[in-house]
């Protein structure tokens, strides 16, 4: 089966990945730190010795939910939190910013501190087993897994991602996915274009719409330029030599990873000049506006869509990024405890609510993502989540590289170095050199 092939594959890759990333520890993306926002909830971060006030418990949770569709999601789960355990007081410690990227870097410097949160939001994969695990920053979970049942029902093909030495760290609250294209129904009927499948009807659309005068493609900060890089490079590679890529079996200096980076050379230059100032909501919104033709961004953007009360079908559409039909390249947010969680009990609750049916059922369809475990109410889900149930189910699954599946931090963080230097220069081939050398310093190229 297709998903106990991508199981053996990564599970391979990663036995791989995490010696290498034992030798080399990890260094967040840094980027510029944020307070965490104000919302209802939320308080100043709570230090270790830190008391609950009036006996009464605390949990303070970390993660990167505060905006567009996300924040709303994260509210549905604090409600089912708040309804079974009245007597917790719920911490929001969100720190603004798509993607993490800042959020990620005030997290490193808690932890480095010995100020963690109780817990927080960890992608599946490579940031969890590359970074938290490795820094003995989380604890096992198993004890929970086996008093919750969880096994029985979070996915086979979930578990080694989250797992080291037969121990398992994480709670997965979702299944996201990365590789969506998103676009403007009326745009591309207006102009009698059919949604491309491959990367050169993709050119051809938006040779056509530029051509018109019509903003081809919707692009956000650097985050988003690297979540289309990854599509593109899917999408180019196909699911084997993407796959190749993380585990050292496609050369990074090969004319088809060349190809790859022309594409996306290309597909920058129908992009909004603009870019660098958007956020992700920002550069979605455009095409939900009819601003903009198309944007490649994650399955978050429909919780986004569905919160500005737009309608599918109508106002979006949606079709697996050009070149990648047939794989769904995943990513799974999920919730950690902190080794010296300042309220581990707090902590534990949470993680509860986070792996429960109830917990997910209220999350999932307003973030815009299907359910972890296996045994949620399709029919609670709108049109778009119901068909990435389905892909989820019968695709091909690959990991992304921005949200934390497939390489560790340094890697990603070299590329994201190399990408920012390509933004500016335009050099292809100075950019796959870099990119090259990525992987022999912090992946498995020798
Ligand atoms: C991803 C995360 C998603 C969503 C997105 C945009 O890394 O996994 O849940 O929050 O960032 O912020």
């Not at 594959?9 to 965490?36: E, H």
């Not at 690297?226 to 180019?236: A, N, W």
Request: net charge negative.
């Amino acid at each position: 089966m297709k998903m106990k092939r991508f199981s053996l594959t990564l599970l391979g890759l990663f036995v791989i990945l995490s010696v290498v990333l034992t030798a080399c520890g990890s260094t967040p993306t840094a980027t510029p730190a944020q307070q965490p926002v104000a919302t209802e909830e939320a308080a100043q971060p709570t230090s270790p010795a830190t008391q609950p006030s009036g006996g009464k418990q605390q949990v303070e949770v970390f993660s990167w939910w505060t905006g567009g569709g996300e924040a709303a999601g994260l509210e549905a789960m604090i409600k089912v939190f708040k309804a079974q355990y009245p007597d917790i007081e719920f911490i929001n410690a969100a720190v603004a910013g798509g993607a993490g990227t800042n959020a990620r870097a005030v997290l490193a410097s808690r932890l480095q501190a010995g100020d963690p949160p109780d817990s927080w939001q960890g992608h599946a994969g490579q940031e969890l087993i590359g970074t938290y695990v490795a820094g003995n920053q989380i604890l096992p979970l198993n004890d929970l897994y086996e008093s919750e049942g969880w096994l029985k029902v979070m996915p086979e093909t979930l578990i080694p991602l989250i797992s080291q030495d037969g121990k398992i760290y994480s709670v997965p609250v979702n299944i996201h996915r990365a590789n969506v294209l998103w676009y403007n129904p009326k745009i591309l009927k207006d102009h009698n274009i059919n949604v491309p499948t491959t990367i050169d009807e993709w050119f051809a659309a938006m040779d056509a719409l530029k051509a018109a005068g019509v903003t081809p493609l919707a692009l956000g900060e650097q985050w988003t330029k690297m979540h289309l890089l990854e599509t593109v490079l899917l999408g180019t590679l196909g699911p084997e030599a993407y796959n190749g890529l993380w585990s050292g079996k496609t050369d990074w200096g090969s004319p088809e990873v060349k190809v790859a980076l022309e594409n996306f050379a290309k597909l920058l230059t129908y992009a909004n000049s603009d870019s660098a100032s958007l956020s992700w909501q920002d550069a979605s919104q455009l095409v939900v506006n009819g601003d903009a033709a198309f944007n490649v961004m994650g399955d978050w953007a429909e919780g986004y869509f569905r919160e500005l009360g737009k309608t599918p079908q109508v106002d979006y559409g949606w079709a697996p990024v050009p070149g990648t039909s047939g794989t769904f390249q995943f990513l799974s947010d999920s919730f950690v405890l902190a080794a010296g969680a300042p309220h581990p009990d707090g902590a534990i609750a949470w993680l509860k609510v986070a792996g429960s049916k109830a917990g997910q059922e209220a999350f999932n369809p307003v973030k815009g993502s299907i359910c972890a475990r296996t045994d949620c109410d399709k029919s609670l889900f709108g049109e778009y989540l119901q068909s990435a149930m389905n892909d989820w189910a019968t695709n091909t699954v690959v990991g992304s590289l921005t949200h934390g599946v497939v390489a560790n931090d340094s890697w990603k963080s070299e590329i994201d170095t190399a990408l920012g230097l390509f933004v500016q220069d335009g050099n292809v081939n100075n950019f796959q050199a870099a990119l090259v050398a990525a992987c022999k310093s912090s992946g498995p190229c020798k």
